[in-house]
C-alpha cells in the first residue's frame, strides 16, 4: 500500500512512525513533514490546505491511501478534493469538518443528537456575549467559533478577560463549565462502524498544577487508570453512535477520527468539543500502545470496511508524552535555536527545522514531544522524562507533573 500522509506537527510523525511500521505499507510519502518524519517517510513539498496540489501530489504518488493529519485542510476540503480523484482517504468532507471548523455547528448537531453536553450560546455581539457571562457566572468558558490551533478556548474566573476574548475572536460560543476529570476518546469510523481507540488524558495549561494559558497541549497520557469501567460503551452509545447518525441524517456522513473531548462530570460524561482529526498530543501515547496494524485501520475506514476489521489489539502497559516547548510559548515563541537530543528514540517532533548546515533548530511552539512506553504508568512516567533530561533546548519549558496526579491516586471522580 502506497500511502501519502499530509501534515507537518507532533501528529503526523506519531502517524508517520505507526504507518511505517505496518507490513502492509510498502512507500510511505509526507508532504510537507519535518525533519523527525524524513527518518521513516520521503518528504514532498506541498500546500497542506490546497485540495487541488494534494490531490495532484496524490494521483502523482498513485497513492492508495491519503491520511490528512491537521484539521484546517479538512476544513478547507482536502479530503473532498482526493476522493474526487478516486483516492481512498482518511479524513472527513469539508461539510463533515464543520464538527471542528464551528463549535456552534457542533452544538447544534449535539442537540439535534440528544448528546449530553453543557449549555451553550452563540454571540456575536457584545450586548449577547455579556448576557451569557452574566447567565453562567464564573468560570467563563468562551470559544472562537472558528478553527484557532488550539487556542481559541478561555476558561477564566475574570468577568474582562473572557468579555475581550469574545470581542477579539468576533464570533464565539459561550457555555457553562463543566467540572470534572477532562477525557479525551478518538474513535475511527467510516461513518457507519465505529471503533474507539483508548481514552487519553492531555494537559492543556502551560505549566504545572493547571496554570497558566491553554495551549494546544503539553503532554498527555494512556490508558486511564482511574476512570469508569463502562466509560468507553456509555461515551459510543450517548455520543458517537447518534452523532454519526445525526450527521447522516443531515446528508455530509462523518468518516475519519471523530475526537470527543470529555469532562467526566457528577451527572456522567459530557462533551467539551468535538474535533475531526486526531489530537496532539495525545496521538502519541494512544498510537505508542496500538499493537494492530495502523495502515490497514485507517484504510478499512477510508473505503467503508471498518465492520470487516478484526478488534483492535494493544500492548500492555502505559505510555506517557510530554512537551518540550520553545522561549515564550504560548505566546510568540521563539525559533531558530539548536536542538541536541532530539533525534533519540521515542522523541517526537513537531515544531522542528533543519538549518542549511544540517543542524536541527527549533521552528515552533511545541517543539518536541518526549515519548516512552513502560509495564507501569509510573515506569512510562520515568523513562518519558528520562528523554526530556537528553533534550537541550535554550529557553525551552515544559511540565514536570505529566500523568503525576494519575500515578500518585489523585484523581477522583
Request: glycine content about 12%; charged content about 20%; some cysteine.
Amino acid at each position: 500500500m502506497r500511502v501519502l500522509l499530509i501534515g507537518s506537527g507532533g501528529r503526523e510523525h506519531a502517524l508517520a512512525v505507526g504507518l511505517a511500521a505496518d507490513p502492509s505499507v510498502e512507500q510511505l510519502t509526507a508532504a510537507p513533514g519535518n525533519p523527525g518524519i524524513a527518518a521513516v517517510a520521503t518528504l514532498r513539498e506541498v500546500k497542506a490546505d490546497d485540495p487541488a496540489a494534494v490531490a495532484a501530489l496524490a494521483v502523482e504518488l498513485a497513492a492508495d491511501l491519503v491520511v490528512i493529519g491537521p484539521e484546517a485542510p479538512l476544513v478547507a476540503g482536502v479530503a473532498d478534493a482526493v476522493r474526487a480523484k478516486g483516492i481512498a482517504c482518511f479524513g472527513p468532507s469539508a461539510a463533515a469538518a464543520r464538527l471542528e471548523g464551528s463549535k456552534a455547528f457542533a452544538k447544534d448537531v449535539m442537540a439535534a443528537a440528544g448528546v449530553p453536553t453543557g449549555r451553550s450560546y452563540a454571540c456575536t455581539t457584545a450586548d449577547q456575549a455579556s448576557a451569557a457571562l452574566e447567565e453562567f457566572g464564573p468560570p467563563y468558558v468562551v470559544k472562537n467559533d472558528g478553527l484557532a490551533a488550539g487556542k481559541g478556548v478561555v476558561v477564566t474566573s475574570d468577568r474582562a478577560v473572557a468579555l475581550e476574548h469574545a470581542l477579539d475572536c468576533g464570533r464565539v460560543v459561550i457555555e457553562e463549565f463543566l467540572d470534572g476529570p477532562e477525557v479525551s476518546l478518538f474513535v475511527v469510523t467510516d461513518g457507519t462502524a465505529a471503533v474507539p481507540l483508548m481514552p487519553a488524558q492531555d494537559f492543556k495549561r502551560v505549566a504545572d498544577d493547571d496554570q497558566g494559558p491553554n495551549t494546544g497541549g503539553m503532554g498527555a497520557y494512556a490508558p486511564l487508570p482511574w476512570a469508569p469501567a463502562d466509560l468507553v460503551e456509555r461515551v459510543m452509545a450517548e455520543t458517537v453512535m447518534p452523532t454519526l447518525a445525526e450527521m447522516r441524517g443531515r446528508g455530509t456522513p462523518f468518516a475519519g477520527l471523530l475526537y470527543v473531548g470529555l469532562a467526566l462530570t457528577g451527572k456522567g460524561p459530557k462533551v467539551i468539543e468535538f474535533n475531526a482529526r486526531f489530537g496532539d498530543p495525545e496521538t502519541q501515547v494512544v498510537l505508542a500502545l496500538l499493537a494492530s496494524p495502523l495502515g490497514g485501520l485507517l484504510h478499512a475506514a477510508a473505503t467503508g470496511t471498518l465492520a470487516d476489521l478484526p478488534p483492535l489489539r494493544w500492548h500492555d502497559g502505559s505510555a506517557v508524552t510530554v512537551v518540550v516547548a520553545s522561549h515564550n510559548y504560548p505566546g510568540t515563541p521563539r525559533t531558530g535555536d539548536v536542538i541536541t537530543g532530539g533525534e533519540q528514540p521515542g522523541v517526537i517532533h513537531a515544531g522542528t527545522a533543519r538549518r542549511a548546515d544540517g543542524a536541527l533548530v527549533s521552528a515552533g511552539g511545541r517543539v518536541l514531544s518526549a515519548t516512552a512506553t513502560g509495564p507501569d504508568l509510573a515506569a512510562a512516567r520515568a523513562a518519558a522524562y528520562a528523554l526530556v533530561d537528553g533534550i537541550t533546548l535554550e529557553g525551552s519549558h515544559h511540565r514536570s507533573d505529566i500523568a503525576l496526579g494519575a500515578v500518585e491516586g489523585r484523581i477522583k471522580l
